[in-house]
């Protein structure tokens, strides 16, 4: 097995992008992949700023945040590290954005790829018969959105409520395949009902009832105060990828592979809840100084 870089040296790897690169972003995941899937989506959000042929993943929140308070000081090139919501969204974040810094106003990356409309072109593309309209009719994203979206987000609330009262109970690690019935990618009401329950009761054995409802109380709380949408709050890639696929595969006959499906929706999923990333960038004024300088000197 090879060695896995660390985030210094991932950083360090922007340094030979240089001439690929206007705007050198640093985010979390490396998984296989992620590279190519973010350097897709930021691509387009910053195609009339910035050329953006390449990312660098630095390895996990903590990785990123860490890196960008070293570095902040002295960057001299236009930079942005981009850190995920995650369940910080329930529970409470003392992250927010700032000048180099900027956290997804959902859970991750691939909450913005669940895009409805990025999931039609993609059917029509596996469908050699059928119409558009006839294959968005069978897909029926609203169906599937008003059928899972609330039940989804009460999931992750008690994910949240557990993660602070009984953090060595697995919460996003639970499959979610272990919560549906057959292949249409919708929750099942009694697999999800016991999952809740059971959470809630070994959450009430480790803090107590009392603690139990303070804690969910800040979570409601947080939740209202945010301003997200239901599916804000749930991991896209562990809980929402996994039953839109499954609906998608029940839909149009396809071989096609978890990471086409998701570079592929990285291609044409609309970025407009992300366009604000762009306020954020750090460096910009001072390579645009120093262009001028060199211009006038010329």
Not at 19 to 34: H, R, V, W
Not at 137 to 148: G, K, L
Not at 175 to 183: H, M, Y
């Amino acid at each position: 097995m090879l060695p896995e870089r660390s985030s210094t040296g991932n950083f360090a790897r922007s340094v030979f992008f240089e001439e690929d690169n206007d705007l050198d972003i640093y985010i979390e995941d490396t998984a296989i992949g992620s590279e190519k899937i973010a350097s897709k989506i930021f691509s387009r959000v910053f195609a009339d700023k910035f050329k953006v042929s390449q990312v660098f993943p630095l390895g996990g929140r903590g990785a990123v945040i860490s890196k960008f308070n070293e570095e902040k000081e002295r960057i001299t090139r236009p930079s942005l590290f981009v850190i995920d919501g995650d369940i910080y969204h329930l529970t409470g974040d003392s992250i927010s954005c700032e000048r180099g810094l900027y956290r997804f106003p959902f859970y991750c990356i691939e909450n913005l790829m669940m895009d409805p409309a990025a999931f039609h072109n993609i059917l029509d593309e596996e469908d050699a018969t059928r119409s558009e309209a006839e294959l968005v009719a069978a897909f029926d994203y609203t169906d599937w959105n008003n059928t899972n979206a609330e039940k989804l987000k009460e999931l992750f609330i008690e994910y949240a409520i557990s993660r602070a009262l009984n953090p060595s109970e697995p919460t996003i690690a639970y499959d979610v395949k272990n919560l549906v019935s057959g292949n249409k990618g919708v929750l099942d009401d009694h697999k999800l009902i016991a999952r809740i329950d059971d959470l809630r009761s070994k959450s009430v054995a480790k803090a107590g009832l009392e603690n139990y409802e303070v804690a969910r109380d800040l979570v409601i709380t947080q939740c209202a105060q945010s301003g997200l949408e239901d599916l804000d709050y749930v991991s896209g890639k562990d809980y929402i990828f996994p039953l839109l696929k499954t609906r998608l595969r029940s839909t149009v006959k396809t071989n096609v592979t978890d990471l086409n499906l998701r570079t592929r929706l990285a291609k044409t999923c609309s970025v407009e809840k992300i366009m604000a990333c762009c306020d954020y960038v750090i460096g910009a004024d001072i390579q645009r100084s120093m262009r001028e300088h060199t211009a006038a000197n010329a």
